[in-house]
């Protein structure tokens, strides 16, 4: 019985053949008078809240429990949906994204690195570029993508889509790498990104900012799992952030919102390349790590450096890092007084300094919190490492076509992920 339902999920419906097509409407097919509208409540549950009790679903679907019963029967016979036994005693239902194919790229100004998932086949290719010209283009990226698919052996059309995470804003009217990009992009100067690539390739592309797409994809399968407001914040060279509100990416006016890097901390700090003075970004991106440690007489080449030099002890390292998460705790008190993100992830070489980096930015929150707000906040390192960008990708597909996956794949993940067990709570809520 267990057993059973356990190897199901490996079990494909022969009606389900291509991943282009939404898995709801092709559910339906199964199960004659189970209205397409129900089936649609209980895969948006699933999406949303990810592995669930059939009881937990018909309350979040408000649908009775012998429909919701029929609707995972219908499921779990194409091959969307498997049922999977915890503790061994409950069983909790779960998305499986039967045969979809996705490509995910990452353009940075020095490389671009593009991944083909394959769900049918359990398999990830991955082939990236170095760049000498800056951001390279939209031919190598169309290039990048077509001999994936030629290497996976999937025809172009039979891709659900393709998402591009670019490392500047995207503006929301235009589609266009934002002007007020820092970075720059030639050969995408004024081209709206999702719009050229899918007149090129002739599938689903989603292009959006990379921060947004890590976001998403630690909320979808890392730190944020089922948080109802998320901001995911990465620190790496510079820093940047996504807000996730209610599963969804929340972009803003101009696509700039969730740019926390611009905070200002102190009106009369140094000058930020935004024109602004005092930002986050002047205190704890890795040039201002670098900056701050040189006045101590000893010089490192790169933020990773000063976190090993932490590591092994070195007390101007360890100041350095600790600083660093004071301002970060600085600028999240803020944050949750405006939007009280239940959850905060921090990403990037940064947060792999770990408790280096995290009791500082323990101690800030602690001292600049709202009382009545700052319980509810958890602060904690993201679960995704350098990939989050590119799964972000994979949920924005899957999201787009009304498909999913309630957890990422082992075959999906890469080697190296960097994964913190470090989790700091708001001190507020340790009683
Ligand atoms: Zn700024």
Redesign the pocket.
Known sequence: MAHDEEDSGTTRGDNIKSAHSGQAAKSTRSVSGVRRGNVRRVLDALRLGGPSSQAALARQTELSPATVNAIVKALRADGVAEVRPVNGREFLVALVASHAAVVAVQVNVTSVHAALFDFGERVRLDSSAPLKEEGGDPGLVVDMVRSLAAEAGIGLLDLAGVAVGMQAPIARASGTVSSWARLQFPAWTDLPVAKTLEDDLGVLVIAENDANLAALAEWTWGAGQGAADFLYVMCAAGVGGGLVIDGRIYRGGDGLAG?I??I?LEPSGPV??????G????FVSERSILLALEASGSSRNSLREVVDAARRGDPASRRVLYEAGRHLGRAFASTAKLMAPSVIAVGGTLSEAGNLVFEGIQSSVEMHSLRAVSPAIRVCPAQLGDDATLFGGVAAVLAATGQGVSTLPRWAKPSKAVRQKTIIRNPNDRN
């Open positions: 740019e890097g611009h200002v930020c390349f935004c024109g602004s003075r930002c986050l970004t002047t």
